[in-house]
DNA sequence: TCAAAAGTGTTCTATCTACACCCATGT
DNA sequence: ACATGGGTGTAGATAGAACACTTTTGA
């Protein structure tokens, strides 16, 4: 029985910022869980479906659209004054498109995966798992476009697969591997920076989700 | 806005049946698509979480425990009269194991995953997906123990993984890969069943989830 | 000319695939 | 003795891992 429930959506929101995986997380300013860091969320109301639930909360805390959305899973029982439902997604974004909005009561952040505070609720098990997720999808998909810009160099790109990996990936294999599998391919174009030889710019063949 | 929005729970249950992969269907009694077949579930109340809600939806159904239990994913705006989100799960039993309560009003039956009838809401693209996870699955994990006896031979085995793959598999290979992966390991016990050489019996090293 | 990052090929190893014959039994 | 399904090994192909030198540039 009880009361009729609360479902909410929870976003896990990715980008690259100085080359660490890194995760957005509000300061909550209210109960419960006062003064504890937690995901961005919010309460569904029914009047759109859940995924774009997820959707506007992402662009409400980022500005940023063009991304990647995947739903993670569901839970029950955060919050135990009343029956509750969280469906947690998770979304990849480009560093460079977000604009956090600082003036708010509740300062949005960056924080880097491998150095997470204790979060509200049982928020570090879901990014836990969100980073599995991506970490295991960066091997037999695309998905990796939803963190770069439209043009990079493959150094750029193996970078960001180091940061979710968090291993080492050797150059040429890596190289080899993402031209022959066709996620990627070269353009004319070479960014030049510094005292080297200048590097081949690259693009995603397809900013949709592919499945290897 | 809207009305406080309805929780459901849904549960795809498989077994493997005259060897083919089969799907639990009610027969609905009632509006909404009434006289249509549909999987399982019901309304979640509060009172418990919502992985023991399908559970015990599962039990409700087939009276088996001791099985496999997995969230697929949860979606939104199925009865468009109110608010509303299903959480869908899939499980995996032994089909010896179950007693389908047939007197009720709604016919339990099993249905083969390849001879589905047109279901209620969006029911048979949760099936399709649900076939699709577990089939993803075979190659990584040992969830066929929930679809197996404790006791059974290699051959039970393979045509498990055939019924759900729909293609043919290597006996050999197949022998090799089981046992050498570590998910099942032989007993001392023989099968004899009519004019041949006797079978090995095998038993699951684990029947709790395993990742290779 | 030097420092710094980009670009490139080959060998080895492990894994997957394909495939055919002998074995143990009940009738 | 024969029909039936159970059990086994090897060779070829494919994919992944390891690894070092040359190229192009800006200063």
Redesign the pocket.
Known sequence: MGTAPVVATIVVIFAIVEARLQVLLIHRSAPPEQDAWALPGGTWDGSESLEASAQRKLVQETGASDLYLEQLFTMSGLDNAQPSVAVAYFALIEASKVRLREEEAWHPAWHPVDELPRLAFNNNRVIAQAVARVGAKLDYTNIAYGLLPDLF???ELQATYEAILRRPL????F???MISTGIIEATEELR?R???????LFRFTSKLPVVL
């Open positions: 160099t493959i150094r050797d150059r040429r294999n190289r080899k591997r030049r510094g005292a080297h030889r200048p590097a081949q």
